[in-house]
Structures are given as structure tokens and as C-alpha cells.
């Protein structure tokens, strides 16, 4: 049964993306990252809450986790405008 409802989560994934592409196509790119950012945060914090405390998942204290997400989306977000922004100068 749980691997029912496991292969049932692809979809609101699939829904939540397209609905981010289409979010971000209407308000613009800093609310496309804003909703990719909610869905991948909130899809992390409930994988952790039901995978609980597995091996892999209980080396690390909760609140290091929760603090590492947002600066890793953030050190992403740095990566893509810098990779944005170098894409406008032109060489030679």
C-alpha cells in the first residue's frame, strides 16, 4: 500500500512544477525561484518527517538541516545570477 501512495506523489510533483513554470511566466523569474525553492524545501522537510530517523537521515541534527537548505537554495540562486549576469558581457 505505501508503495501506492509513493508512486502517487509523482504527480503533485509533476502538477507543482508546471505550476511554478506557469507562476513564473506570469510574475517573473524571483517568483519562479520562490515557488521552486517552497517546493523543493517542503518536499525535503516531509520526506524527513516520514523517513524519520534512517541512517541516512539521522546523522545530522534537524535544525542544521533546516538551516543548510535555505543557504544551499540561496548559494544556488548566487550561482545562477553570477552565470546570468556573465552571460551579458560579450569578449572580444
Given at each position: 500500500m505505501q508503495g501506492f501512495f509513493i508512486a502517487l506523489m509523482g504527480l503533485p510533483i509533476m502538477f507543482g512544477a508546471?505550476?511554478?513554470?506557469?507562476?513564473?511566466?506570469?510574475?517573473?523569474?524571483?517568483?519562479?525561484?520562490?515557488?521552486?525553492?517552497?517546493?523543493?524545501?517542503?518536499l525535503a522537510l516531509f520526506v524527513e518527517r516520514k523517513v524519520g530517523k534512517s541512517l541516512q537521515f539521522a546523522e545530522y541534527s534537524f535544525l542544521h538541516r533546516t538551516l543548510a537548505m535555505p543557504i544551499a537554495f540561496l548559494v544556488a540562486l548566487g550561482i545562477i545570477y553570477l552565470l546570468i549576469t556573465l552571460s551579458r558581457f560579450h569578449g572580444f
Open positions: 508546471l505550476g511554478a513554470v506557469i507562476i513564473g511566466s506570469y510574475y517573473g523569474p524571483w517568483a519562479f525561484l520562490g515557488i521552486m525553492g517552497s517546493i523543493i524545501g517542503g
